[in-house]
């Protein structure tokens, strides 16, 4: 097997040898994708927490948690780069 850099590296240098697939190798897989059978993936965890807009300014509306309508007014907020603004009047905060 070759080695970089000359010295006492065990690291392959990439040739068509390595490349290729030995003959004895299968080169398609028969199996369906993702999973074979009745195998089933791992179900991942579902957040609990629910966030709560906070005004910029300390005196203003806090949010109830999980939504982002306007503490305010209730009107629809827009979110930039997690910053929200309402649409409806001068509330602005982002999502704590």
Known sequence: MSEAGGGASNVPIMNAQLAEPRSEESTTNDLPFPYDGDERGLTLPQANARGV???DDPSGAVGAAGSTDCPDCGGET??????FACADCAWNGSLR
């Open 78 to 83: 827009v979110n930039g780069a997690g910053l």
């Open 53 to 55: 807009l906070r005004p």
